[in-house]
Nanobody, 124 residues
Framework: QALLVESGGGLVQAGGPLRLSCAAS????????FGWFRQFPGREREFVAT????????YNEDSVKGRFTISRDNGKNTMYLQMNNLKPEDTAVYYC?????????????????WGQGTQVTVSS
């Protein structure tokens, strides 16, 4: 069972970078696919990116193409989201999630484990 803890959120000016981390407990980190979702007030969680257990990244190209990079370090049981050129519309609570199942990575219901979320605020 995976316990996920996000960190790295905060306030940043538009155009700036921020790196989120997701630390996972357990000895089977390398077996999971990990994803990042974000949630805007009053809306459902939106898929941001996933990295498979094989290290393959998948992105929500419409919203984060070319600006965000997802990565993982199996030796540190940690997954990352490097966010560059941030925009005010990126302001949201960001969640990391884990799943052992493949399929449509953008579907939040496929992820059985979630972190508590970390707030990212981008000022204009």
């Amino acid at each position: 069972q995976a316990l996920l803890v996000e960190s790295g959120g905060g306030l940043v000016q538009a155009g700036g970078p921020l790196r989120l981390s997701c630390a996972a407990s357990g000895r089977t980190f390398s077996y999971y696919h990990f994803g990042w979702f974000r949630q805007f007030p009053g809306r459902e969680r939106e898929f941001v990116a996933t990295i498979t257990r094989y290290g393959d990244p998948i992105y929500n190209e419409d919203s984060v193409k070319g600006r965000f990079t997802i990565s993982r370090d199996n030796g540190k049981n940690t997954m990352y989201l490097q966010m560059n050129n941030l925009k005010p519309e990126d302001t949201a609570v960001y969640y990391c999630a884990a799943t052992v199942y493949g399929g449509d990575w953008s579907e939040a219901v496929r992820y059985g484990y979630w972190g508590q979320g970390t707030q990212v605020t981008v000022s204009s």
